[in-house]
Nanobody, 121 residues
Framework: QVQVVESGGGLVQPGGSLRLSCEAS????????MGWYRQAPGKQRELVAA???????NYTDSVKGRFTISRDNAKNQVYLQMNSLEPEDTAVYYC???????????????WGQGTQVTVSS
């Protein structure tokens, strides 16, 4: 069993900044990748940013230059620094973790409950 918990969401004005945190805990042998997704009401869930075990990163075009994803492998944590926030960034942000368990070669995907980010004046 793996628990994934996000934190750091809230209300921020346009142009402001926010830092999201995600921590994975439980029966974890290794983590292949961690990522952030978001979903606005009535819209599809989309990938925002991800970081692999090799520390390579990728971002959705709409957040490039504004968001930065980073990780702390020792703590099983991943962060999303969000700058120059826009109203269009308003959504529930979910942390996703791809985990390898002991005695299994394949990986398993786990999701957090999400944290609300609202960008409004």
């Amino acid at each position: 069993q793996v628990q994934v918990v996000e934190s750091g969401g809230g209300l921020v004005q346009p142009g402001g900044s926010l830092r999201l945190s995600c921590e994975a805990s439980g029966s974890i042998f290794s983590i292949n990748a961690m990522g952030w997704y978001r979903q606005a009401p009535g819209k599809q869930r989309e990938l925002v940013a991800a970081v692999t075990s090799g520390s390579s990163t990728n971002y959705t075009d709409s957040v490039k230059g504004r968001f930065t994803i980073s990780r702390d492998n020792a703590k099983n944590q991943v962060y999303l620094q969000m700058n120059s926030l826009e109203p269009e960034d308003t959504a529930v942000y979910y942390c996703n973790v791809e985990v390898r368990h002991r005695f299994y070669t394949r990986s398993f995907s786990y999701w957090g409950q999400g944290t609300q980010v609202t960008v409004s004046s």
